[in-house]
Nanobody
Framework: VQLVESGGGLVQPGRSLRLSCKASRFTFSTYAMNWYRQAPGKGREFVASISSPGGNTKYLDSVKGRFTISRDNVKNTVDLQMNSLKPEDTAVYYC?????????WGQGTQVTVSS
């Protein structure tokens, strides 16, 4: 299993970013995919998930209405569109899949929301 995130960066409050995770080495379309984040000094928390093949989504309460998770089962990617970003969204964002009974993580991508 390989997961590679991209799209992070520094953005002002209220602006948008789109994260992408490229998956490989497993049958992507048959697995639910997740995004997590870890802020400085805090534990890793669930942000969003999307079912296989993609009909159902779930979100952390604090991002509902601002973030949208989506997947492309041809390109083997799962994206996280983040709108109306807040300073409290600052974190390293990780792509995740539970494969063969264990979790796999990407290397993470830093999102910093600051004026």
């Amino acid at each position: 299993v390989q997961l590679v995130e991209s799209g992070g960066g520094l953005v002002q409050p209220g602006r948008s970013l789109r994260l992408s995770c490229k998956a490989s080495r497993f049958t992507f379309s048959t697995y639910a995919m997740n995004w997590y984040r870890q802020a400085p000094g805090k534990g890793r928390e669930f942000v969003a998930s999307i079912s296989s093949p993609g009909g159902n989504t779930k979100y952390l309460d604090s991002v509902k209405g601002r973030f949208t998770i989506s997947r492309d089962n041809v390109k083997n990617t799962v994206d996280l569109q983040m709108n109306s970003l807040k300073p409290e969204d600052t974190a390293v964002y990780y792509c995740n899949v539970l494969w063969s009974g264990r979790p796999y993580w990407g290397q993470g991508t830093q999102v910093t929301v600051s004026s």
